[in-house]
């Protein structure tokens, strides 16, 4: 499953014939590892108006050991030490006539952006603004990150964090994760925080020690890439899979220390079983990954009911009533997440999939209805929308369709099964407290549903 | 029945189990090897319930059919499996009840408090069985292997005939008699006067309630899948007695022959294996407790000379247990008889509702009596699963606990597996 191409492109010989040609150039993505360094060098950090977070923002960074330099440097001389990130905090923007400092502010910095660098924006929600001057202003940073991602080369991204009034607790978390290598293929988005109640730090190594965390799905692919994520950020994983897959299941299981439960999660007694299980072996449970996922790909003119229904059931149907059990349940411990699996063709569309992206379209629509309620007991629900990840399935992807499809985004290549599981156990963390009701797209900013 | 001049036990408990689905002889697992279905069979257990890395007290199981190379069969298979390297283990065989008592060794020691948790198990392949060489060839063998010089080398390799060369099957019949286990059943069935049209019943209902029972869901933290298998290939979901009449009989002769392949157990491959503890032990990790193994029993009979059917131990293990446990037959919610043959169950629950037999051969005064039939393998058993020898025990602790668990606190379950060498082994599991 290597990326032959980003081998090439990135080889002696291929640097020079894609340069020639002017093929993409796709970077090697910076990837997180536990122990590395937050940046790869030092951070700048910006204002454009009279911002409130710039302190905030400082903090976070120095708490996670990055150097900050002054963007006056920045500023000055475009040979000095590259930069690995450059941070703007757009809170104070009260109309267009702010935004010029925006570009003053960056222009230079990401001209010494190096590979792997980190652009992240901070504003307001443009909904809750003064005038609307202000929501224009803000609503312009969305439009100014997207823009800023599709610029970026070699593997740097740019990211957007909305912070209304009373959500600056929750600032740390979100701003992690954008600077950091977990997010590698998250490129173009925006997240939109929410005042709670969230914790000042949390174990960096082992953010979920302690955890008892279910993923569904998890025998394979993406599924499996979340247990093992999850396990390495300290969690205690109940692996659940359909029991035809329980032997993978157990490998599984037994690589990453955790357990096995072999489940049918569209079984009518399925949302009871885990329930059972979750307060006999653990006693509650902190995360649930619904990750669980099938695709029975037809035209809708040509799909029968059955592939239809399989669809819905799996992907939708089985994520309302398995959260609905455990809210019933009460074994939702608090500060619980959930985080549900949903996809680019959920957003974007996808011919001959007009059930799988009627499903994973559901699956925003539950996370932000259910949030509110989430939210009064300090618990979040969230979902994730992976784009073209590499996996076994796209492995048996023609060729062209593959490979054109790899490429149509920012990054120009595919994502990884880490780079979802990654963000899922980033909205797993007791720091995302402030994220609730979004939809993370790991998609490297793909053209499709953008 | 407490005895104050005995030692303090407890009673130990029974957390759960796995199994790989069983397959007839020569077909999902013809390359797999004994310890690589007991290997699997361990790491699906381990993986169920959280056990990597972790040392348990005893790993206990055994094979009927074994190859020279596997004397540590259970131990390797250990260190080839997830559990700590550090854990103990040992093989034990006593035939088709090799399982069953596995965990009565394992259940014994944690009682004693030798030990807090183990694993019992069992395995069986006819697939990878084990050819030896005639006792002619392998003396030759022997000597050529002691020889010092080329001309000794060559005076043994020329006492080598073709006639050696042909390798000793292992046979499933008993060195004593020479007879098939079938054929030795089938004198007992004629004896008893167990008809086809019963066996056959019983046979389609084994199949008919395994394959429900897979169907609601029961058996998903029981079996683990392997080598592409996901349930058990001998399991005949349609099987009916109209189906079972048509088949010839394959064991016994002449008009009253009634044991035909469908209601006798095929030769099959598989592996069991269930985690035993005390209740603390459990406790501790979080683990539920399904039921606890009450006591046990074994007996054998005289099938040589002295008259009784090979497959008859069972009926004479029961009641030293059920007297020694203050019980009836009739005390019991489940019960669980292995189907070695659809005439075994049929001839044991006939001789212990026979008045005769009960007084005379028994020595009771009067007959066990009938039993529920309702509470009888209710979620199939060795006919619609098939029957890996030593792995049966295992299936059965492991389900029989799990039925009581889910019937509630109190239930009651009996094990009765008969064995080659005309053995037998009986249970008590209450929840």
């Known amino acids: 499953m290597a990326d032959w191409y980003s081998n090439f492109a990135n080889s002696g010989f291929g640097t020079t014939v894609t340069k020639q040609l002017g093929l993409p150039r796709p970077g090697v993505l910076r990837r997180y590892e536990p122990g590395g360094p937050l940046l790869e060098g030092p951070a700048v950090v910006g204002s454009a108006g009279r911002g409130r977070l710039r302190d905030t923002v400082t903090a976070v960074l120095r708490d996670a050991g990055a150097t900050v330099v002054s963007p006056v440097v920045a500023d000055g001389d475009a040979s000095g030490e590259k930069l690995g990130a450059v941070v703007l905090d757009a809170t104070g923007v009260t109309g267009p006539a702010d935004l010029a400092a925006a570009h003053d502010f960056l222009a230079p910095a990401i001209k010494r952006l190096r590979a792997n660098g980190r652009v992240v924006i901070l504003t307001d929600p443009p909904a809750a603004a003064d005038s609307p001057a202000q929501a224009a202003a803000r609503q312009a940073v969305d439009g100014l990150t997207r823009s800023i991602g599709k610029e970026l080369r070699d593997g740097s991204t740019a990211n957007a964090i909305y912070v209304p009034e009373g959500a600056e607790a929750g600032v740390a978390g979100p701003l992690t994760f954008f600077l950091s290598g977990r997010s590698a293929y998250v490129d ?37 890439s979340i247990a093992d994520v999850m396990a390495r950020d300290g969690a205690h994983v109940v692996a659940v899979d359909i029991p035809a897959a329980g032997d993978s299941l157990a490998a599984v299981a037994n690589r990453i220390g955790g357990t096995a439960l072999q489940l049918d999660i569209t079984a009518a007694d399925a949302p009871q079983r885990l329930v059972e299980h979750l307060r006999e072996r653990h006693g509650g449970v902190d995360v649930i990954v619904h ?13 029968d009911a059955a592939r239809w229904n399989s669809v819905m059931a799996v992907n939708l149907q089985a994520q309302l009533d398995i959260t609905q059990a455990l809210l019933d349940g009460d074994v939702l411990n608090p500060g619980a997440r959930v985080v549900c699996v949903s996809s680019q063709s959920g957003i974007a569309g996808n011919r001959g999939q007009t059930n799988y992206a009627a499903s994973k379209a559901g699956v925003i629509g539950m996370v ?12 979040t ?33 595919g994502g990884l099964p880490v780079d979802v599981a990654e963000t899922i156990a980033w909205l797993s963390q007791p720091t995302s407290a402030g ?15 953008a | 029945m407490a005895d104050s001049s005995k030692p303090a036990t407890r009673k130990a408990a029974i957390v759960g189990g796995n199994r790989i689905p069983f397959a007839r002889s020569n077909t999902a697992y013809a390359a797999a090897s004994n310890q690589d279905m007991l290997t699997a069979t361990i790491d699906g257990l381990v993986a169920r319930f959280g056990l990597q890395g972790e040392q ?58 030798q030990i807090e948790s ?67 059943q089938a004198i007992t069935a004629k004896e008893w006067e167990i008809g086809r049209e019963e066996q056959d019943e019983l046979a389609a209902r084994s199949h008919q309630n395994m394959a429900a029972a897979y169907e609601r869901g029961f058996f998903d933290d029981l079996v683990t899948p392997f080598l592409g298998l996901t349930r058990d290939n001998n399991l005949r979901p349609d099987s009916s007695v109209e189906k079972l009449a048509k088949l010839k009989p394959v064991f016994g002769t002449g008009e009253g022959a009634t044991m035909t392949a469908g209601n006798s157990t095929p030769l099959t491959d598989g592996a069991s294996a269930v985690l035993l503890a005390s209740d603390e032990w459990a406790e501790a990790k979080g683990l539920p407790v399904l039921a606890h193994l009450v006591d046990a029993q074994t007996a054998a009979v005289d099938y040589v000379h002295g008259g009784e059917g090979l497959l008859m131990a069972p009926v004479y293990a029961l009641p030293v247990l059920l007297a020694r446990n203050g019980l009836t037959l009739q005390d019991f919610d489940f019960y669980e008889i292995h189907e070695a043959f659809a005439s075994t169950v049929l001839s044991t629950m006939k001789a212990w509702e026979d008045p005769a037999f009960c007084k005379e051969k028994l020595g009771l005064d ?11 393998n209710v979620n199939g058993s060795s006919l619609a699963a098939g029957h890996p020898f030593a792995a049966t025990g295992g299936r059965i602790v492991a389900s029989l606990a799990k039925m009581l668990h889910e019937a509630g606190p109190g239930k009651r379950g009996l094990i009765s597996i008969c064995a080659a060498g005309g053995q037998g082994v009986v249970a008590i599991l209450e929840s």
Not at chain 1, 368 to 379: C, I, L, N, S
Not at chain 1, 435 to 449: E, F, M, P
Request: hydrophobic share 45%; aromatic share 2%; with cysteine.
């Open chain 1, 381 to 413: 629900i969230n979902a994730v929308a992976p784009g073209f990840i590499v996996t076994e399935m796209t492995a048996k992807m023609p060729f062209g369709t593959r490979e054109v499809g790899a490429r149509l985004n920012s990054l120009q290549q």
């Open chain 2, 366 to 376: 009067a007959p066990l009596g009938p039993i529920d039939r309702a509470k009888l």
């Open chain 2, 118 to 184: 183990g694993i019992a198990g069992g395995v069986d392949t006819t697939s990878d069985a084990p050819l030896a060489v005639g006792d002619d060839l392998r003396r030759v063998l022997i000597s050529l292997n002691n020889a010092k010089t080329l001309g000794d080398r060559l005076k043994a390799l020329a006492k080598i005939r073709p006639g050696q060369l042909v390798p000793d099957m292992p046979r499933n019949s008993e060195p004593r008699t020479g007879l098939a286990m079938g054929d030795h």
């Open chain 1, 368 to 379: 932000r209805a259910w949030a509110p309620a989430f939210a009064e007991r300090g618990a």
């Open chain 1, 188 to 224: 173009g988005q925006g997240v939109t925080l929410q005042a709670a109640d969230v914790p000042a730090t949390q174990d960096a190594e082992k953010p979920l020690a302690g955890k008892v965390v279910v993923v569904t799905g998890a025998a394979r692919g993406i599924g499996a």
């Open chain 2, 56 to 113: 348990v007290g005893e790993v206990v199981a055994g094979a009927v059919l074994k190859h020279a190379r596997d004397f540590n069969l259970t131990r390797e298979s250990v260190l080839g499996s997830t559990l700590a390297a550090t854990t103990p283990a040992y093989d034990v065989q006593q035939a088709c009840g090799t399982g069953l008592e596995a965990a009565v060794l394992v259940a014994n020691k944690i009682a004693l408090g």
């Open chain 1, 291 to 303: 990750n669980a996922g099938i695709t029975r790909d037809k035209l809708l003119v040509n799909m």
């Open chain 1, 435 to 449: 994220v609730n009701g979004q939809t993370v797209r790991v998609c490297g900013q793909s053209l499709l549903g």
